[in-house]
């Protein structure tokens, strides 16, 4: 699961950013974004946190983590606003022994974006993590206590000499004015999350953990972007959903702002920057009630009225998605070989299906499956030819189990088959059917060893039509017309032909 940057006050005066959805953002799109509004935009002072320890020189992806996080620094801090205060602090660059060495590197500055990107591309990987040290000295020097504040850390190693980074988490967010960690993660393992993720939890920061440079450049793009605040005197708006919705339904979203072009309702994942979304519609002048459809996926979201002129929220509501209820419906009984209706609802995960098998077989047994579609439409099967007791399975992919069921009969199949009791070599006769009518059911012309599989000639059933021609065997003898469901594997009507 993915997981981007947010502030800890959703409200209009904190949340702005990049476009992201679920998961992390391209770093071009990031900054196109930020770059949307011509207003003057204020911030936090920030002060990136640099791992520079000797696991910094293993690889995330196909490239040195040194690399991957200097590269990302140059270009996501060329956008933020010269008027604020940015600074960064190393830790892990000079000695291979201490769990004290964490240095302001470049201090707290107006327009000191080129000099922090300078300072992060001559880091080398040289000693230990002591993290908690690091983000300690990084709040101080920021003076956390008196002003707002951002902390954005990459860490790619927790040592074990080091002091416990939730505790000081802990006492930061109890002494700070209004201080935010922001932290990613560089590949960690997961004994390791839990013990770095506490710093964003408990100051209203979130936590990634970067597999690639994407995730490092797209998670320090929308932490820089949290830590600017829009401007003020706002325009007022109102939006209005339902609390609850289920997965892939289609709601009616009220609402009432400026209605400005390129103002649209959104629904998005929660804390994620201004610009995010999973999927929205423009709003109307009329104010119209607009229609949105919810996520495949559960949770918790947010609907926002999104002004792009500004690149702000004006206005928000959380919205529940719930789980579609998982049922599987089949008619009681069905003809042997006929097609075979099958109606379901579910969460529509990838991989999910529905199966065919036998009653009581085990879950994994399966005769025929077809995989679910997102707008949750009927399935069509072809019965078993056999007559028995079948069931059909809804399978979740995700837990491989089968979540709901629903049993049926497959009754002897119901079919006729009629012609001509002699025919000559090598003509064409018609022959009158009934029966299932699915598909690649045929009529056939086979000699009475013959397995049900095979024939001589053939001709292929219509369901829109009664009759079939079909070609006569040029070799005299005894042969039957045989009704073949579509699987090759039953002859369900049958009948003598004399060839002579």
Same mark, same amino acid.
């Given at each position: 699961?993915?997981?981007?940057?947010?502030?800890?006050d959703p409200?209009?005066? !904190?949340?702005?950013?990049?476009?992201?959805?679920?998961?992390?953002?391209?770093?071009?799109?990031?900054?196109?974004?930020?770059?949307?509004?011509?207003?003057?935009?204020?911030? #936090?002072?920030?002060?990136l946190?640099?791992?520079?320890?000797?696991?910094?020189?293993?690889?995330?992806?196909?490239?040195?983590?040194?690399?991957?996080?200097?590269?990302?620094?140059?270009?996501?801090?060329?956008?933020?606003?010269?008027?604020?205060?940015?600074?960064?602090?190393?830790?892990g660059?000079?000695?291979?022994?201490?769990c004290?060495?964490?240095? @302001?590197?470049v201090?707290p500055? =107006?327009?000191?974006?080129? +000099?922090?990107?300078?300072?992060?591309?001559?880091l080398?990987?040289?000693?230990?993590?002591?993290?908690?040290?690091?983000?300690?000295?990084?709040?101080?020097?920021? $003076?956390?206590?008196?002003?707002?504040?951002t902390?954005?850390?990459? +860490?790619?190693?927790?040592?074990a /000499?080091d002091?416990?980074?939730?505790?000081?988490?802990?006492? %930061?967010?109890?002494r700070?004015? $209004?201080?935010?960690?922001?932290?990613?993660?560089?590949?960690?393992?997961?004994k390791?999350?839990? !013990?770095?993720? /506490?710093?964003a939890?408990?100051?209203?920061?979130?936590?990634?953990?970067?597999?690639?440079?994407?995730?490092?450049a797209?998670g320090?793009?929308?932490?820089l972007?949290a *830590?600017?605040a829009?401007?003020?005197?706002?325009?007022?708006?109102?939006?209005?959903?339902?609390?609850?919705?289920?997965?892939?339904?289609?709601?009616?979203?009220?609402?009432?702002?400026?209605?400005?072009?390129? #103002?649209r309702?959104?629904?998005?994942?929660?804390?994620?920057?201004?610009?995010?979304?999973? =999927?929205?519609?423009?709003?109307?002048?009329?104010?119209?009630?607009?229609?949105?459809?919810?996520?495949?996926?559960?949770?918790?979201?947010?609907?926002?009225?999104?002004?792009?002129?500004?690149?702000?929220?004006?206005?928000?509501?959380?919205?529940?998605?719930?789980v579609?209820?998982?049922?599987? %419906?089949?008619?009681?009984?069905?003809?042997?070989?006929?097609?075979l209706?099958?109606?379901?609802?579910?969460?529509a995960?990838?991989?999910?299906?529905?199966?065919?098998?036998? %009653?009581?077989?085990?879950?994994?047994?399966?005769?025929?499956?077809?995989? @679910?579609?997102?707008?949750?439409?009927? %399935?069509?099967?072809?019965?078993?030819?056999?007559?028995?007791?079948?069931?059909? !399975?809804?399978?979740?992919?995700?837990?491989?189990?089968?979540? *709901?069921k629903?049993?049926?009969?497959?009754?002897p199949?119901n079919?006729?088959?009629?012609?001509?009791?002699?025919?000559?070599?090598?003509?064409?006769?018609?022959?009158?059917?009934?029966?299932?009518?699915?598909?690649?059911?045929?009529?056939?012309?086979?000699?009475?060893?013959?397995?049900?599989?095979?024939h +001589?000639?053939? *001709?292929?059933? =219509?369901?829109?039509r009664?009759?079939?021609?079909?070609? +006569?065997p040029?070799?005299a003898g005894?042969?039957?017309?045989?009704?073949?469901?579509?699987?090759?594997? *039953?002859?369900?009507? !049958?009948?003598?032909?004399?060839?002579?």
């Amino acid at each position: 699961m993915g997981y981007g940057f947010a502030t800890k006050d959703p409200s209009p005066g !904190r949340i702005i950013g990049a476009i992201m959805i679920r998961g992390f953002l391209a770093l071009p799109a990031a900054l196109a974004v930020l770059c949307a509004t011509s207003v003057t935009v204020l911030a #936090d002072d920030v002060m990136l946190v640099l791992d520079a320890s000797a696991s910094m020189a293993g690889k995330l992806g196909r490239d040195r983590k040194i690399d991957l996080v200097a590269e990302s620094v140059a270009e996501a801090v060329a956008d933020f606003p010269t008027s604020a205060r940015i600074g960064m602090l190393a830790f892990g660059a000079k000695s291979k022994t201490s769990c004290t060495d964490a240095a @302001v590197v470049v201090k707290p500055q =107006r327009d000191g974006n080129d +000099v922090v990107a300078a300072a992060a591309a001559k880091l080398l990987p040289r000693g230990k993590a002591p993290l908690a040290v690091a983000v300690e000295r990084a709040a101080n020097a920021l $003076d956390y206590k008196s002003a707002r504040a951002t902390v954005i850390v990459f +860490v790619d190693k927790v040592e074990a /000499c080091d002091a416990n980074p939730c505790v000081l988490a802990e006492s %930061l967010a109890e002494r700070a004015k $209004d201080l935010t960690v922001e932290v990613i993660g560089l590949g960690l393992e997961d004994k390791e999350i839990e !013990r770095v993720a /506490c710093l964003a939890e408990k100051t209203g920061g979130k936590f990634i953990n970067a597999k690639d440079g994407t995730d490092v450049a797209g998670g320090l793009a929308a932490a820089l972007a949290a *830590a600017k605040a829009p401007p003020p005197n706002l325009p007022s708006a109102h939006i209005e959903a339902p609390a609850k919705v289920v997965q892939s339904s289609v709601f009616d979203v009220a609402y009432d702002g400026p209605k400005a072009k390129g #103002d649209r309702v959104q629904i998005v994942w929660p804390g994620l920057p201004a610009g995010s979304e999973i =999927r929205s519609v423009l709003v109307a002048k009329d104010g119209k009630l607009r229609k949105l459809r919810a996520p495949t996926e559960a949770g918790t979201y947010e609907i926002r009225y999104y002004h792009p002129q500004l690149n702000v929220v004006l206005a928000t509501q959380s919205i529940e998605v719930e789980v579609r209820p998982t049922t599987v %419906l089949v008619d009681d009984h069905v003809g042997a070989g006929a097609p075979l209706k099958v109606s379901w609802s579910g969460p529509a995960a990838a991989k999910d299906e529905i199966r065919i098998a036998p %009653l009581d077989a085990a879950d994994s047994s399966k005769l025929d499956a077809i995989p @679910v579609n997102k707008d949750g439409r009927a %399935l069509t099967f072809i019965a078993p030819t056999a007559p028995g007791r079948y069931e059909a !399975r809804y399978l979740s992919a995700a837990d491989d189990a089968i979540t *709901a069921k629903a049993t049926f009969t497959v009754d002897p199949p119901n079919a006729s088959i009629q012609g001509p009791a002699t025919a000559k070599p090598g003509s064409r006769i018609t022959v009158d059917w009934t029966g299932p009518a699915a598909r690649y059911d045929d009529i056939v012309i086979a000699r009475s060893d013959m397995a049900a599989g095979d024939h +001589v000639t053939m *001709a292929r059933i =219509r369901p829109d039509r009664s009759s079939v021609a079909i070609v +006569v065997p040029q070799e005299a003898g005894s042969y039957e017309l045989r009704y073949i469901a579509g699987d090759g594997t *039953a002859i369900f009507a !049958r009948a003598p032909l004399t060839v002579r």
